[in-house]
């Protein structure tokens, strides 16, 4: 078993930033890959950003490329999503999610991951 916490979310500005973070506990040693998504009212949940805890390459959704960064403090188990210039349409509830066990397919389709948090709400105003 992973569990997750997500925290960090808050109301900001339009323009300003944001760090979410997501702490990981149980069996993180088996977590092999680790995203966060998105889940706007109304909408289906979205792939944001991922990584592999194996490898450097880093993934992100075309939408926030260049303002997003996902890092990891492998030491405290914890993966964070900074974001910056921030926008009203990243207004959103935001979650990470984990991977157990190899797997080389996509990193967008929330059904690959096996363990969620509870989601963390980033409000930005216009």
């Known amino acids: 078993q992973v569990q997750l916490v997500e925290s960090g979310g808050g109301l900001v500005q339009a323009g300003g930033s944001l760090r979410l973070s997501c702490a990981a506990s149980g069996r993180t040693f088996s977590s092999y890959r680790m995203g966060w998504f998105r889940q706007a009212p109304g909408k289906e949940r979205e792939f944001v950003a991922g990584f592999s805890w194996s490898g450097g390459s880093t993934y992100y959704a075309d939408s926030v490329k260049g303002r997003f960064t996902i890092s990891s403090d492998n030491a405290k188990n914890t993966v964070y999503l900074q974001m910056n210039k921030l926008k009203p349409e990243d207004t959103a509830v935001y979650y990470c999610?984990?991977?157990?066990?190899?797997?080389?397919?996509?990193?967008?389709?929330?059904?690959?991951?096996?363990?969620w948090g509870q989601g963390t709400q980033v409000t930005v105003s216009s």
């Open positions: 999610a984990a991977r157990t066990g190899y797997y080389s397919g996509t990193y967008y389709t929330p059904s690959t991951y096996d363990y």
